[in-house]
């Protein structure tokens, strides 16, 4: 129970720290992309994207996130890359309402079509882990924490997003 404790304590900070640095806004706006077709042979997953590969870039890796957070919301905040290293990104969606167990279980496909791999099991309590490259992944789905709710505004849920790649020295 101590674990499970500590992965909503570990999503609500995330949430937090994500309305903090970008307020009410999002400083990428842009809806993700609808995943391309595949011309490699008409029996090609449709739904892969060039994104699948294993050495995404940081573009890629939002692209993929902005995906996979569209059902339930068409806007991802993401900040700018902590500490300006292009390997690390945290983001989160607001939702109206609470997303449980089958929205993060929806995410998980969706991200599980652009080429990332579930490691272990995913569910609300404990989040989702999941690797794609050089890239790993934790996501999660809980309520907006209630000393964020004021500038959540109406939204009551979120689904947050913490991706590290391989950073290399500059």
Do not use: Y
């Amino acid at each position: 129970m101590r674990e499970l404790s500590a992965a909503r304590t570990a999503i609500a900070a995330m949430v937090s720290a994500i309305l903090l640095v970008t307020g009410c806004g999002s400083n990428h706006p842009e809806a993700a992309p609808e995943p391309r077709r595949s011309s490699a042979s008409p029996s090609a997953d449709a739904s892969k994207s060039p994104s699948s590969s294993a050495e995404k870039t940081r573009s890629q890796a939002e692209s993929d996130l902005r995906f996979a957070a569209q059902i339930i919301s068409g806007e991802l905040r993401i900040p700018d890359a902590p500490l300006g290293r292009e390997c690390a990104i945290d983001a989160t969606a607001l939702s109206p309402e609470v997303p449980g167990e089958a929205e993060l279980q929806r995410v998980v496909g969706r991200l599980r079509t652009r080429g990332w791999e579930l490691d272990g099991t995913a569910s609300v309590d404990e989040g989702a882990f999941l690797v794609s490259g050089k890239w790993s992944l934790i996501a999660g789905a809980g309520p907006v924490p209630a000393e964020m709710a004021e500038q959540a505004g109406s939204n009551k849920g979120a689904l947050t997003f913490s991706a590290r790649g391989a950073c290399s020295k500059a």
